[in-house]
Nanobody, 123 residues
Framework: VQLQAFGGGLAQAGGSLSLSCAAS????????IAWFRQAPGTERAFVAR????????WYEDSVKGRFTVSRDNAKNTVYLEMNSLKPEDTAVYYC?????????????????WGQGTLVTVSS
């Protein structure tokens, strides 16, 4: 199983970035996918997740209304659209996969991880 996250970069506060996570080696439509992030000096934390069926999504409170997670099962890809970015969104963003429809917000539920992509938001 391989997950590859990309799309990170530099944005100004109030701007937008879109991340993608491309998966291979798994039956993609049977896996919940989550995004986590790790800011410098902090532990990795849950950001958003989407069910395998794409019917349900969940968000960490600080990104609700600003971030949108979606997926295209035909392309084995999950997306994270990030709007109204804030300097505190600066982090390395990781995608992760968990077998089953729902997934959880816990790191330990996800056996497969991408390599991370850096998002930097300047004030």
């Amino acid at each position: 199983v391989q997950l590859q996250a990309f799309g990170g970069g530099l944005a100004q506060a109030g701007g937008s970035l879109s991340l993608s996570c491309a998966a291979s080696g798994l039956t993609f439509g049977r896996y919940a996918i989550a995004w986590f992030r790790q800011a410098p000096g902090t532990e990795r934390a849950f950001v958003a997740r989407i069910s395998a069926s794409a019917v349900s999504t969940w968000y960490e409170d600080s990104v609700k209304g600003r971030f949108t997670v979606s997926r295209d099962n035909a392309k084995n890809t999950v997306y994270l659209e990030m709007n109204s970015l804030k300097p505190e969104d600066t982090a390395v963003y990781y995608c992760a996969a968990s077998a089953g429809n729902i997934g959880t917000s816990r790191e330990s539920s996800y056996p497969y991880w991408g390599q991370g992509t850096l998002v930097t938001v300047s004030s």
